[in-house]
Structure formats: C-alpha cells, structure tokens
C-alpha cells in the first residue's frame, strides 16, 4: 500500500531536501504543502523534472482549521511540518493531524516545543495517532549514537555536544529560530545542579578535525530535558556556532547587546545577519559537524569516555537534520508502526537507519573513538 506523506514548507530549506529524498522512496506519494502557491507549484515542477516522477500538492496554512478536513479528503497518512521557526509556534498543525487521524512528525529542535508536545499525549493515543517532534539532529540523532553505544558504560556522568555549520547560509526562519534564545538564560545541568547560562555567550574554542577550530557559543535544544532522565547523567551543555569565525563574534555581540538592553527585538537582527551572512558564505570551506563527549564509567568500572562526529562536506550540513523524517518514513513503508502518542522522537531511529537515509558516504562520515582504545 502507497503511504501519502505531505511535507508542510516543503519549498523550505530543510523541506526541500525531504521532498528530495522522498520523491525518490519507493512506496510512498508526496504530497507539497505551503501558504505559498507560485513556490508550491515551483517545487512540483521541480522535483518531476530531476526524478521522472509526478507529486501533488496543496496550497493553504496548516494552521488554519480546514486543514483537518484537507487531510482527510487527500487521504494523507503522515504530515511531516518543517515550516519552522518553532519558537513560539502553536501546535495546530500537530492538533490538526490528532482531529484528522493522521500521523506527525516534525523538524523542530526548541526545547520548548519538543518537551511540551506530550500535552497531546492522551488526545493523540484516543485517535490512535502517533505525534513525534524533533525529528531532527536533536534529540533524534544525538539519542541515537548515545543508545547505539552505551552498552559501553555502566554509567553515564556528563555529556556535552553540539553543532558547527558551514559558512553557507541556512533558511531566514533557522535563523530566525536560533537567535530567539540570544542573551537569554537557558537551563543547563553541572555537577547535577540546574544552573543558567547565556544563549549564544560562553565563546570558546574546538579543534574539530577536518574543520579545524571552531567558535561555539551556548544554544538551547530539547536533549537538556531528555538526557538526565535517559541517561543519568549529571553534567550537560550544548555548544553551537557558524562555519566561520566572525558569525560567531558577531552572535555573541547580538547576544550581549540583547542581554544589557541594547537591543530589544532580536527578529529584526536576524534579518540582518542573514542576509550579512550570505555576502562571506565563499569564505567557507563547505565542512560541517555534530560532536558528542560522553564521559562516565565502562563495563569493568574504570573512567571512559567517547567522542563521536558527525561531519560533512561540500555543504552537506542540512542533510542531517532532514533526513531524520526521511529514515522514519523508510522505516514505516516498510511496516514499522511507531506506538500511538505524543512524544519526543528518541529511540526510533538507530543510527545504521540515520545513515542510511542520509546515503552519501563521500560527504558524510560519522567516527567514534572511545578512552580504551588505541589512537
């Protein structure tokens, strides 16, 4: 049986590259969704004209109230909402799916939005409907290479990872997303004590082969909720920053005239350091990275920890995020049934069925190195 699957701002940065790869999915019919028609119909012309292959699409707002009954009469089956910024945004297209019976999963990577979906929970088990959020690097992948490995540790006492992008330029609305939190507190854990740090401050340097160093800063995600409980562990942070070196100075000078007063609207800046962003992008060098340190105790009870990467080349970055609803929707056409609720999406992708999605060994490498091993 076909599984139509409908991409809400599939013309988007990261809907694009799901559209992509699903046009190509044997089994399953795509189906465009944007409040855009002219860019709608673009992409439909588009994607048939690089696979052979025909799609439909729908021009509306997700979050309008007739998208229940669109749903229903195209006979969809999962929604995949990528139209970001998350921050802030309302779950109507979620609550729409619940009222519609059909399955939802998005890409969104804000805290708040990822941890407060269970408040479907119930509504979404009723229906007998499955609501996944975060669909994205975190917390899918990031839970995934922890899972994949922890067999390794007996306990688990601090994990700190993060993200470093390419010079190139993501979507207005990711940036729009990331710099929601600037100079602002965000919850972190030391030493299994809650404490606040600053968004996108605390600068501070990686050497992250083949990149080199980079600048990170702190950034808010949904494993600061997920880990401690998951996991065990007492210590976590989350570090994030541009592929080049001055985006991070210039987050951090947006960050801290945020957090003094100085400025008040951070919407109108990420306007501005996006499109400032976009005239130093040929500074780059295309590399991107997702790292994670483990620290804890192995099996025989001795100090071990595990560094893991992510990287990709040639401007690949976004593929990683994307390609976690892409992974999901390979899983279900091939009968996986995901239990019906609301929740985080952790623990349903392995990190074989991440990288398989993904498909593209030349640009994108994952390496593990553990404590105990030799170098």
């Not at 004209?49 to 969809?76: P, Y």
């Not at 942070?237 to 960050?255: E, H, I, M, R, T």
Request: some cysteine; glycine content about 10%.
């Amino acid at each position: 049986m076909t599984l139509r699957v409908m991409v809400v701002g599939g013309y988007g940065n990261f809907g694009s590259i799901v559209c992509r790869r699903l046009i190509a999915m044997p089994g399953v019919a795509l189906v465009i969704a944007g409040r855009d028609s002219h860019k709608t119909l673009h992409k439909v012309t588009e994607l048939h004209a690089s696979s052979g292959r025909a799609c439909e699409s729908w021009c509306g707002d997700a979050m309008d109230s007739t998208f229940i009954s669109t749903l229903q009469v195209m006979g969809i089956d999962w929604v995949i909402h990528t139209g970001g910024p998350f921050q802030g945004q309302s779950y109507a297209v979620a609550q729409g799916c619940i009222a519609a019976g059909v399955n939802y999963c998005d890409l969104s990577d804000c805290r708040t939005f990822v941890n407060g979906i269970d408040a479907l929970d119930e509504r979404a088990k009723q229906a007998g409907v499955v609501i996944l959020s975060g669909c994205s690097s975190v917390p899918t992948l990031s839970s995934a290479i922890i899972d994949e490995y922890r067999h390794r540790f007996q306990r688990i006492d601090s994990i700190e990872h993060g993200i470093s992008s390419s010079a190139k330029m993501p979507g207005l609305s990711t940036v729009e997303g990331v710099l929601a939190y600037a100079g602002k507190p965000i919850k972190q854990l030391r030493n299994g004590q809650v404490h606040d740090v600053s968004g996108w401050q605390d600068l501070t340097l990686r050497k992250m082969p083949p990149l080199g160093t980079r600048v990170l800063a702190n950034v808010d995600v949904p494993d600061m909720d997920i880990f401690p409980s998951r996991y065990g562990a007492r210590t976590l942070s989350f570090k994030a920053g541009p592929g080049l070196k001055l985006g991070g100075v210039a987050n951090w000078l947006l960050a801290e005239a945020l957090r003094i007063g100085l400025v008040r609207d951070p919407a109108v800046w990420a306007a501005r350091l996006h499109r400032w962003g976009t005239w130093f992008e040929h500074f780059g060098d295309g590399k991107s990275a997702m790292y994670i340190d483990v620290k804890g105790l192995g099996s025989d009870g001795k100090p071990l920890s595990m560094t893991a990467q992510l990287t990709a080349n040639n401007d690949k970055g976004p593929e990683i995020p994307s390609c976690a609803a892409v992974a999901l929707m390979s899983k279900v056409v091939q009968g996986y049934c995901p239990e019906p609720g609301a929740r985080a999406c952790v623990g349903e992708i392995s990190v074989e069925e991440y990288m398989a999605a993904i498909n593209d060994p030349a640009n994108l490498q994952l390496c593990v190195r553990f404590s105990d091993e030799q170098s």
